[in-house]
């Protein structure tokens, strides 16, 4: 199995909702990222995930908080999101995060649409 | 000065050509290279992986690194339509504390048209 699955495909919210985004593997990869994707422009990370510990947080705003429950999930909450914040939601994972096998495998991407 | 220039593109070519996509980048301390497609609307699809300088062949893919001038290329053989999408070439350090970061182009647009 070489496949990162992501829930929901497509997300429409409101300013003031609250929601989640899950990603989930189960290829024994130690290290998990979300990334935020708009369009024409390539992935930017916002998050990494080592073996189940946040290691990485690039600035991301307060509205996202990641959650990893064990090695194989990852979760995105999202709450007051903006216009701004709509966007192709990626997520990765690889074996590990250094060295040779740091190579990133990625998810089919949540599409989401904050109105 | 982007750490990785990549040509932007559109590159429209006929099918069955060879299809060249290049990038190149000015750290140094990169030593992991990714090339990835992606179709219009969904995730990045890993192409080829590559750590070592030279060339690598998976298919009608190869991908090609020279770290002495910064030069990374894929290469695509018998060029199909189904070929037609956005190319990400991808490169990180390695290090620990930085390896999880990839760095990206900003991706080329083929078109393989009939």
């Known amino acids: 199995d070489t496949e990162v699955t992501q829930t929901p495909k497509h997300l429409v919210m409101g300013m003031t909702n609250k929601k989640s985004l899950k990603c989930e593997q189960h290829?024994?990869?130690?290290?998990m990222y979300w990334y935020k994707q708009k369009a024409k422009k390539p992935p930017e990370l916002m998050f990494v995930?080592?073996?189940?510990?946040?290691?990485i947080n690039e600035s991301v705003p307060s509205r996202f908080s990641p959650e990893c429950p064990n090695s194989s999930l990852l979760n995105l909450h999202l709450h007051a999101l903006q216009p701004e914040d709509s966007a192709l939601y990626l997520c990765?994972?690889?074996?590990?995060?250094?060295?040779?096998?740091?190579?990133?495998?990625f998810g089919p991407g949540t599409r989401l649409t904050v109105l | 000065q982007k750490e990785v220039e990549q040509d932007p593109g559109p590159l429209s070519v006929p099918e069955g050509a060879i299809v060249s996509l290049n990038c190149t980048y000015s750290?140094?301390?990169?030593?992991?290279f990714m090339w990835y497609r992606q179709y219009s609307r969904k995730g990045p699809e890993l192409l080829m992986y590559?750590?070592?300088?030279g060339n690598k062949e998976d298919g009608r893919f190869t991908a090609q690194v020279d770290k002495s001038s910064k030069y990374i290329s894929l290469f695509i053989r018998d060029s199909q339509p189904s070929d037609s999408a956005t190319y990400l070439c991808?490169?990180?350090?390695?290090?620990?504390?930085?390896?999880?970061?990839?760095?990206f182009g900003t991706g080329t647009r083929l078109q393989v048209t009939l």
């Open positions: 750290n140094s301390a990169f030593q992991y």
């Open positions: 995930y080592s073996y189940e510990k946040l290691s």
């Open positions: 991808a490169m990180s350090s390695g290090l620990t504390g930085t390896a999880s970061k990839l760095t």
């Open positions: 990765a994972s690889s074996l590990r995060t250094s060295g040779p096998n740091n190579e990133q495998f």
């Open positions: 590559t750590y070592s300088s």
């Open positions: 290829m024994g990869h130690r290290a």
